[in-house]
């Protein structure tokens, strides 16, 4: 009798294991990972410096700001990656209808052509600037020295 109910509690212990793994896959496969996506950028271009990054709704491509005013692309592949640097004036950026995404028609690599949509349209709107080199940040070290004097305050 109490083989049968350890045969019994092993067996419901393998089914629920199986059910618990099956959920984390399909959880893991509609949300990926942004960090395994930035080291494999990161290996296929090791020179370049991400300084932020933006991911559409579906996860499934990841739009980098970096350091020296180019833009990175990254799109995912189940758990395989496409990673491209994207020059200013390579590509064709138009909004899209809903105001929160990004109509994108890269000439060189035209199979990436595609909508983004992104949580907010401020998102939208960063990447944009990204792609087409605009974007420019303000930091307060970036203001003459006299600036900063008159902006700080005194107790």
């Given at each position: 009798?109490?083989?049968?109910?350890?045969?019994?509690?092993?067996?419901?212990?393998?089914?629920?294991?199986?059910?618990?793994?099956?959920?984390?896959?399909?959880?893991?496969?509609?949300?990926?990972?942004?960090?395994?996506?930035?080291?494999?950028?990161?290996?296929?271009?090791?020179?370049?410096?991400?300084?932020?990054?933006?991911?559409?709704?579906?996860?499934?491509?990841?739009?980098?700001?970096?350091?020296?005013?180019?833009?990175?692309?990254?799109?995912?592949?189940g758990t395989h990656y496409v990673c491209h640097v994207i020059h200013p004036d390579k590509l064709r950026v138009n909004s899209s209808e809903s105001g929160q995404g990004l109509i994108v028609h890269f000439p060189d690599f035209a199979y990436l052509d595609n909508s983004f949509e992104f949580r907010t349209a401020a998102e939208a709107a960063e990447v944009s600037l990204w792609l087409l080199g605009s974007f420019s940040p303000k930091s307060e070290l970036d203001a003459p020295v006299e600036e900063r004097a008159a902006t700080q305050t005194t107790d």
């Open positions: 009798m109490m083989l049968w109910f350890i045969l019994i509690a092993l067996v419901a212990f393998v089914a629920a294991f199986y059910v618990w793994m099956n959920a984390r896959a399909e959880r893991d496969s509609s949300n990926p990972d942004t960090g395994s996506a930035m080291v494999e950028f990161g290996r296929a271009f090791p020179d370049e410096a991400i300084r932020a990054l933006h991911s559409t709704i579906d996860g499934k491509a990841i739009f980098l700001r970096l350091h020296d005013g180019k833009a990175g692309f990254i799109r995912s592949h």
